[in-house]
């Protein structure tokens, strides 16, 4: 439960998120808007910075009065949030190293929800990410979401809604972050200063959204990229050992090792399947691999694995034996590469 270190004094949406923005301004002034909000969207669209905005209008004290469609920047409360420091705002995030929001947590939000505002109209509560809500955590939720004490607000982020506990998913109104066309956000990362070739190339590894690809760029997730997948060629042409393998990627996270293998398996499939080269990810994947060669079934059950634990490690399961892990897709990755085309 924690503060973020700066509120900023009034938080500057993102070209693609302008509609969303409207949409919730126009939903506010025609009917008010409901208690609970699920702002969903992939990965790398800004969920946070829209939710972080809708709280700072919110609170703002000359909203309803003015009918304002962003938060004044001047007001008391306008002024706390900026300061950082906004007594009627928490953020229910994950604790101490845990991926799951433990009960303790909703305790908490529970506790604040049932004080009464300090300076604002309302509370607003941001609860992210809600898929990885435990079960004892989700019901101690249940209440708060049903009748929410006086007049408050409850702001949910999730990037994967359906693997969100339906109780919770049912009981809050969707705010969907739509993925902006391709030709805007070449543009917005042309102007971050990223060169159109790698942008182009940032945008296809991170499912075409924005803020993602500039993370990978900034972090040269091309480099690291072609590093594994250099690797794992080295590891099925049987060039390279398994353990050796596996050590070149001990610094790699395991959900991008994970990612990767089970988006380049999507490839092998389509391009297994006839997909043409230009609407592949990884547009030299038919040089490396005789696709014509693999075997549907067993890419299809490969590709089902690593997106399953992907899943398990996004919806907050902790404990994966990496080790043991990599070695068994590793030799089913081999075992595909070397059954005949069925
Ligand atoms: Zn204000």
């Known amino acids: 439960m924690d ?81 950082g420091n906004h007594p009627d705002f928490i953020v229910c995030e994950p604790q101490d190293g845990s991926r799951q929001i433990r009960i303790d947590g909703i305790r908490k939000v529970n ?6 505002p300090q300076i604002s109209p309302c509370q607003v509560v941001i609860l992210h990410p809600a898929e990885v ?21 409850l702001l949910l982020e999730s990037e994967r809604p359906a693997a969100v506990l339906p109780t919770i998913r049912s009981r809050c109104q969707s705010v969907p972050l739509a993925l902006p066309e391709q030709a805007l956000s070449m543009d917005w990362l042309q102007q971050q200063g990223v060169p159109a070739e790698q942008a ?17 760029h900034r972090q040269g997730g091309a480099e690291k990229y072609q590093q594994w997948l250099g690797n794992l060629c080295h590891w099925a042409e049987q060039k390279q050992r398994l353990d050796v393998t596996i050590k070149y990627w001990k610094d790699d996270d395991l959900a991008e090792l994970l990612s990767w293998m089970a988006t380049l398996l999507l490839d092998l499939t389509k391009a297994r399947s006839g997909v043409p080269e230009a609407l ?13 060669t693999l075997s549907l079934t067993k890419l299809l059950a490969l590709h089902a694995r690593a997106t399953s634990v992907l899943g398990e490690i996004h919806s907050g399961a902790s404990y994966h034996n990496r080790q043991l892990l990599l070695e068994t897709l590793l030799i089913d990755w081999q075992s595909m590469l070397t059954s005949n085309g069925s």
């Open 3 to 83: 503060q973020p270190e700066t509120l900023s004094p009034i938080t500057a949406l993102l070209p693609w998120q302008q509609p969303v923005w409207d949409e919730l301004v126009l939903r506010q002034q025609r009917t008010g808007l409901p208690h609970a909000l699920m702002f969903t969207g992939l990965s790398g669209l800004g969920k946070h910075r829209v939710t972080l905005k809708t709280a700072h209008w919110l609170l703002c004290t000359r909203r309803e009065a003015q009918g304002l469609s962003e938060a004044c920047g001047e007001c008391h409360s306008c002024r706390l949030w900026e300061a």
């Open 111 to 116: 506790e604040f929800l049932n004080q009464t």
């Open 133 to 153: 809500l435990n079960t004892n955590s989700a019901n101690a939720l249940l209440k708060t979401l049903e009748e929410p004490p006086g007049e408050s607000f």
């Open 200 to 216: 182009e190339e940032a945008l296809r590894h991170n499912h075409f959204a924005p803020l993602a690809a500039l993370e990978w």
């Open 280 to 292: 592949l990810r990884e547009t030299r994947v038919t040089n490396r691999f005789a696709c014509a």
